[in-house]
């Protein structure tokens, strides 16, 4: 094995040890940590099988070159997380700007509340 596979195995390790450690802290779900933990395990088995792996991926997509095989799939992944990363984030400023507006309609309520009270004190 190269010191690349050992620096990616150990690398790996690390961070699905960080995961766990986020869900007993309550940063992320369950289905965080079966997804990343997915995702790790199957960079550590890349790291530990390279070339048999890069070979088969290349069978499959029916590219000239292991290691272009593991390129594409990589990017492609890579575009999946960005997806699914924008997809949680325009969630989220939906429901910021949701809250916002009835923050706002809420505190306006109020506002015309306690000019009542403050006229009906007045007289």
């Known amino acids: 094995m190269y010191v690349a596979q050992y620096v ?7 961070l699905l040890w960080r995961v766990f ?6 940063k992320i ?3 965080g940590v079966i997804s990343w933990g997915l995702i790790f395990s199957v960079f550590i088995v890349i790291a530990l099988f390279p070339i048999r792996i890069s070979m088969e991926i290349k069978k499959v997509l029916g590219l ?31 429901e910021i ?8 309609i809420e505190l306006e309520e109020i506002n015309e509340k306690l000019k009542k009270l403050e006229e009906a004190e007045k007289r």
């Open 97 to 104: 700007t949701e809250l916002t507006r009835k923050v706002a």
């Open 29 to 31: 779900e369950w289905s």
């Open 8 to 14: 990616a195995i150990v690398t790996m390790l690390y």
């Open 21 to 26: 450690q986020d869900y007993k802290r309550g």
């Open 64 to 94: 000239g070159r292991g290691l272009d095989a593991l390129f594409v799939l990589s990017i492609g992944l890579i575009f999946l997380l960005l997806f699914q990363l924008y997809i949680k984030i325009d969630r989220t400023e939906r």
